[in-house]
């Protein structure tokens, strides 16, 4: 609908955005604001000051640190993500669930930092983002830190950035022949998930699954991938340990279906991530 | 193409008509140069934002207004109070208990759905008006909710006081002896439960209006949207206590309406009383939350105890059924729907025996409304759901059961059981390019590959009928105290000065390509072409021909919207050629029109006048006409269709007049582990009668198909037990975007209508037959996973698995007693 | 240091013209563009930024200009509906839309052409699925579609 009345400014650098979202109460960072303008026209949540981030290149990188983790700068877009080289040749599960966000004109503005701050349950960041144990780093008026998913998402729509903070980049390992694997339900075609799972499998076999859309947060099905340790990713193997994932949640019931059917979705969707995951495996 | 045995079709001889001409409307929707009524500005305007009800059901206790008045910019505002002392409750149509309703423009004393308008703020912005609803401060008593049709006939908690019931109306409609069908029956296949799901159109444009009100004349302007002003007036002059000669509606391009826009009255009241109290234009436009919320949802409808008679070769011989609608917290058009489902009693079935139960109830969700397909397509699912789900229980070939029970071609003009005429079809040709259009005799091999990977295929074949045209009078059947009967449209045409033809209609298009029909009919008429044809946009009470019906709405338009348009110009050409005789000194037979001409028929080329001679001698240049010839080169013509009279006491009669047919088939693959299904095949024949503009005709199937599609798998209007919408946007109501739709397979037959001016019958609507055989095709799929049944109209994954994990339970209601 | 305003001087490039306004930091860039500029062919059909009626082009890149503040286009250049059409001659893709019926109410059509005209600059020969995932933020409830995409199809020369 419309925004109650609100206070703009534009930084020119992120010193100067760190300032100003520690100076101001009810300040908020304005990244894409594919989320942050609708929550706001809904007036589910109106803050008073919007630090648009805009104009801070800095953020908008992507590249290689020294110890070639691929950095991806808070305000990359999800088109950026789409058409990197940089992500197409480190980690190309990101541009293909990124192409799954929604529409061309929300992935021309709609960021990865957005999509993790906003740390909605259903949203398709965090729980890959977490099987592929991304670091989170957060810069604040004094220091930077760095923590990792399991730090990062802390609640519904909560995370670890506290006032006065931002993010500013996610850090995630390259692929080195592991093999990566998404799947889930969604409300129709590039729709928003109603249970979906992330799963990577590492050239060594090491098995990594996260659900999301079942929790405050993205959980990590560890008791199916202790079972998987093994290294037996048959399909049988792969559905076998994934017994018992669902009765083990507590998801949520809606419109789109039940607890009990969110119960069944986590495990099929953790089955069919992992499997797509083993298939793109490179051979140790 | 089928041929009428009873009477020839009356088609003109095809020119334009018939041809796929591109639309006129295009050249300024394409540029974005239309005009949509939140396009339009008026000096001085103040913008209108409603307060709403956060509760389902509650008492106001009180409603303060103070802190909103004291904001700056801040015009004024409105309650129920007011309301109430300033304007009469809106007419019902119902008899009792539903016609002792008080429907207000505002809630009165007590809200009774969530999203309900309790008060309204004017302000001098739209983001000032939504400020200030903020500080409007309405306190309320929260009462028991009812969301459940079953729950609500119990009469626990009253919805409306004034009625003592939340029966709106009840009525039984038998025709034959269902009774004796059953007892001779070699089966008797009982169905429990069919629930038609809660869902509507939802045009992308949002219901609004922008009212003035004339101090001087005591009269409104409302620039809005609505569909059927002639109805919008006969609500709202009453209530408003003034004549409806004070009410003018003026639309222009309005985007898409479905029947969505048909009560808008409770809003426009409130803008016509602000505008008024506070003298100055006002404008209000409807967010998409509260369309969701508030506005108009379609017909949800639950079928209680069905029993079907069959005979042991697969003829179905009747049904009986109980039909409970829940017309949620209001009624307001919604008692019709009662009744106009009877248009297609028997669905496509020759079946002669019938009994429907049919009571209509309050709840606490939003009132209903008609919706694309207005409780014709309920019936119509019903019937197709009956007979496929009697195919699966005996066993038996759903094509070979149709073809089996379809009335045949032979026998149309056929007359139902309850006194409506099929005018004209072939279904069980339409069936068969439908199966040759998805390559049915492919399907098992189909079936076996998708199984191979994993996914269980069906296909389901949905037949439909889009009567189109109404009677008013069937209306006394819901009540015989009405005054309505019949049906009129209304339109003008005139030759001007300067020889340009220039059309008004009575209709309100919303897409459905009017001005450019409209125009191929009069080019053919006047032997001009469609380009010197200008049709004036929109509908406007000051300037067009209308009547009391005007509108469009019920698939009528190619019938009495274009008749009227044909009438028209046939007034117009006869004066033309008479003209042109004088003018000549030829005798009139000698005349024809021909290339915006005028001219003696073979005559040297100097007799020859063109229209715009035509046009000057009438309005500038007429001394040397004889005294008795006076010519106006302007008509108007009122298109009314001839209906038999209605017999409230059998509940017979001629409800209708066309009957499109719509028959769909789709193949699908469901994921037995997510319950998701895909379309992956999908045919519709349409047969609406002579097409007059066969691009536009088929634009429409698609649409209707979209519609379908939405319902059929994704579009649900989901409530809670506190009453709360879950969907109401576009996130949680999932409509079929680009990527959702299949790919569409379309085949036409025209079986033209031996009743309708042009031959041609209304079809835009169409009857819902996408969901009718998705349900079947998903049935079909899952057959071989204990063969659960479909029971609702929309199957979205949950359902969908929820069958396949206990098809035990969606069988538990089906029992097959054979002799 | 810049400070935080509740309103701001815009100055935007749009349709070629500079348009320098005062507004509001929290109007949207669809109300500047339909309110203070008159442009009323971008439309409005939703709350959530699903519908796509709103979409014009920033900077060359289609986005929905309901989940825009008009004060974060500042200093950009917008080109939205009545930018498309240079002197009321019609591009190949709105004659396109004329010729295969792509519309019905045209309330979703501006929104659609700019999606559309978007794709053909960035892939001159879409495939029907290329066009439907560039046009899978636009919802019509007209057409279902499938003229739509004919209509893009056969500007890129396809079938």
Redesign the interface.
Known sequence: ?????VEYVRPATVEEAVSLLGSYEGARALAGGQTLVNVMK??AAAPDVLVDLADLEELRAIGFSADGLLEIGAMVTYAQLVGSSEVEVARPILAEVAATIA?VQVRNRGTVGGNVCVADPTNHLPPLLLALDATFTIRGPESERTVSADEFFVGVYMTAVSEGELLTKVSVPPSSGAGDGFAG?T??????Y?ANAAATVSDEGGVRIALGCVDAVPVRASAMEERLAGGDLSAEAVAAAAEGLGASLDPPS?????GD?RR??AE?SAVRAVLQAASRRKAA | MTTVTDQPAKTLEKGFVGQ?I??K????????????F??V?RHGMGYVHFVRSPYAHAKIVSIDVSRALELDGVYGTITGDEVAISTDPFFEMSVEPGGLIKDYALAVGRVRHMGEPVAAVCAAT??LA??AA?LVEVSYDPLPVLVEAEESLKDEVVLHDDAGSNVVWSGVFEWGDVDQALAEADHVVKIDRLHFNRFS??????AGALVEYDRGTHEWTLHCNHQMPGVGAIWMAPALRVGIDKLRFVTQ????A?GNKICLHPQYVVLCLLARKLGRPVQW?E???DQHTANAHGNERTFLDAEVAVKADGEMTGFKVRALDDCGAFPRYEPLGCIIWAQVTPGMYGWRNIKVDFTQVCTNKSPVSPNRGYSRMQHLWLTERIVDIVAAELGLDPVEVRKKNYVKTEQMPYETPNGCVYDSGDYAAALDLVLELVDHGSIEDRRREAAARGKLLGFGIGSTLDSGTNNFGQSTLLNPELQFSGNNEAASVKLDIFGEVVVTLGTVP????HETTAAQVVADILGCSPDQVNVRRGHDTWFNSHAGFSGTYASQFAFTGLGAVKGAAELLRDEMVQLAAAVLQADAEAIELVDGMARIKDGPEEAALPFMALGAIVNANNAFLPPDFNPTLNHRYVCRPYFGMVDTEKKTGQLTLTYATQIHAAVVEVDP??G?VEIVDYAAVDDCGVRINP??V??QV??A???AIGAAL?E?F?YDEEGTL??S????Y????????PP?KTGAMESPSPVAPLGAKGMGEGGGGGIHCICAAIQDALAGAGKPIVSTSCN???RV??MLRDPESSRAGVAVESK | MATPASSHGVSVEVNGEQIELEV?A??LLV?FL??DL???????????G??G?CTVHLNGEPVKSCMLLAVQADGARIT???G??AD?E?TLL?RS???H?A????????GM?MSATALLERTPRPSEED???A???????????????EAVVAVGGGA
């Open positions: 609908m419309l925004l109650r009345e809904a007036r529409d339900l409300i129709g075609k590039h729709g928003t109603v809606d419109a789109h279906g039940s059917f069944h979705l099929v | 796929s591109p639309r409307e295009d050249a300024r929707l394409v540029q974005g140069l239309g005009t949509f939140d396009d500005r739209r983001e939504r400020d903020e159109s939802t045009p992308l444009e949002c391009d309005i985007g898409g479905f436009t967010w998409r939350t919303q897409g459905q390509g582990d997510t998701e691009q536009i088929e634009g698609h649409g198909t979209a519609h994704s649900e989901v879950l969907t946007n576009f996130y949680d999932h409509v079929p975007h680009a990527l959702d739709m569409l979205p994954p949950h698995w929820a | 509001p929290r109007r109300h339909r309110d008159g442009l009323t062919g971008t439309h409005v059909g939703c709350d959530t699903n519908c009626a939205t509906i009545e498309l059409a009321g019609l709105q839309f004329n010729e019926h519309l019905q109410c045209g309330y979703c059509t501006p052409l066009v439907r995932l046009l899978q933020g636009n919802i019509c409830r007209c057409t279902g579609y499938v003229n739509i995409v």
